[in-house]
């Protein structure tokens, strides 16, 4: 759902997206050895506003909207 909206915003202003994987001491090791994050944070530059909207996401099934997954970064 998220990216749809990206693309509604997109068609006002170029964005800057990059997706930061957190990896928590406690997160999940697989018998591959690939390692599964315990979080994925979106962070979406507004190139004409100069704007940032950032997104923390579990690694989980959500049970909300993206618009609950807000957070504040510095930047």
Same mark, same amino acid.
């Given at each position: 759902?998220?990216? $749809?909206?990206?693309?509604?915003?997109?068609?006002?202003?170029?964005?800057?997206?990059?997706?930061?994987?957190?990896?928590?001491?406690?997160?999940?090791?697989?018998?591959?050895?690939?390692?599964?994050?315990?979080?994925?944070?979106?962070?979406?530059?507004?190139?004409?506003?100069?704007?940032?909207?950032?997104?923390?996401?579990?690694?989980?099934?959500?049970?909300?909207?993206? $618009?609950?997954?807000?957070?504040?970064?510095?930047?």
């Amino acid at each position: 759902m998220l990216e $749809e909206k990206e693309r509604v915003w997109d068609d006002s202003e170029n964005l800057t997206v990059t997706v930061e994987l957190v990896f928590k001491n406690d997160h999940k090791i697989l018998p591959t050895g690939g390692h599964v994050p315990n979080d994925m944070v979106k962070h979406i530059y507004f190139e004409k506003s100069k704007k940032w909207r950032c997104f923390d996401f579990p690694n989980v099934k959500p049970t909300k909207g993206w $618009e609950e997954h807000e957070v504040k970064h510095i930047h």
